[in-house]
């Protein structure tokens, strides 16, 4: 069983900068594959970046590609986003998730941290 809890969200102008982080309970935090998502009102889920375990590899949406970054800390159990150049169109609320696998669904999710910008 893992636990997340997203934090870093608020309330940012167009072209700012937010760092999310994503701390994770338990154990083999190393060995799970971590991703980023969010959710606008009205819309679906949206999948944002991933790392996997192991060789750390990352992949991105179209949508956030060059502007965010996603990183991981297995010595402090902990997953970041690094968001970039940000326009309202990112406000959402923003979650990560957790799986022991490095492809395939999630099993752990945190509860959602929210970031608006302002334009």
């Known amino acids: 069983q893992v636990q997340l809890v997203e934090s870093g969200g608020g309330l940012v102008q167009a072209g700012g900068s937010l760092r999310l982080s994503c701390a994770a309970s338990?154990?083999?935090?190393?060995?799970?594959?971590m991703g980023w998502f969010r959710q606008a009102p009205g819309k679906e889920r949206e999948s944002l970046a991933t790392i996997t375990w192991g060789t750390g590899s990352t992949y991105y949406a179209d949508s956030v590609k060059g502007r965010f970054t996603i990183s991981r800390d297995n010595a402090k159990n902990t997953v970041y986003l690094q968001m970039n150049n940000l326009n309202p169109e990112d406000t959402a609320v923003y979650y990560c998730a957790a799986r022991p696998r490095v492809f395939g669904t999630y099993d752990f999710w945190g509860q959602g941290t929210q970031v608006t910008v302002s334009s």
């Open positions: 338990g154990r083999a935090f190393s060995t799970y594959t």
